[in-house]
């Protein structure tokens, strides 16, 4: 009886942690900074990107991915004033968004290295979390558009080592304004590991 229970928890064990790798198979854990610019408006604000993805249809060149990521969007802007002499002050307004990501990776390993670069072409769908300014005035959500190229780095471990570079644009406006057109334009450099 000991025996029996003992090769059950055993195979019982077994059986969770070969669930959990398949699980976790084709899954990347991203950290990286971002530039984001706001178009018609100020200079851009440096942030942080994080998040995690997973491949949902894999082919030979082609795989289709999804990515849910946390983004610190906005713009960073220096203000005069001279009614006191020449003042400067400097406004940093960090708009935070949670991002759905679904896009194609076309893999083109071989003509720029032997490991495996791709291109990255999709859309995005952005959820706005809250700002240092101004929190009325920005819409919910937002639609975009991103583009970048990736690699893949194999080594002598369970996971790969991952570098993309992406510029994501919204195609809707960031702001409520009707008189001006805000759009967010971030440039992000994420790296990260893949199961």
Not at 140 to 150: E, H, P, Q, R, S
Request: hydrophobic share 40%.
């Amino acid at each position: 009886m000991r025996r029996l229970f003992i090769y059950t928890v055993l195979f019982l064990v077994t059986y969770i942690v070969n669930i959990n790798a398949q699980v976790f198979e084709n899954t990347a854990i991203k950290l990286g900074g971002v530039v984001a610019f706001q178009v018609n408006n100020q200079a851009p604000r440096l942030g942080l990107s994080f998040g995690i993805s997973k491949d949902i249809i894999s082919w030979d060149n082609i795989s289709i991915t999804s990515e849910l990521s946390y983004v610190q969007k906005g713009y960073s802007s220096n203000l005069t004033s001279t009614t006191n002499g020449n003042n400067q002050s400097s406004s940093n307004n960090k708009l935070e968004y949670l991002s759905l990501l679904v896009f194609g990776r076309l893999r083109i390993s071989g003509v720029i290295s032997d490991d495996n670069t791709y291109l990255i072409c999709g859309i995005s769908n952005n959820y706005f979390i809250t700002s240092r300014l101004a929190k009325e005035d920005y819409e919910k959500v937002t639609f975009g558009l991103l583009a970048g190229i990736g690699g893949e780095i194999n080594i002598s471990a369970p996971f790969k080592i991952i570098l993309e570079f992406t510029i994501n644009k919204d195609l809707t406006r960031a702001t409520k304004n009707t008189t001006r057109e805000l759009r967010n334009i971030t440039i992000e450099l994420k790296s990260g590991i893949k199961f």
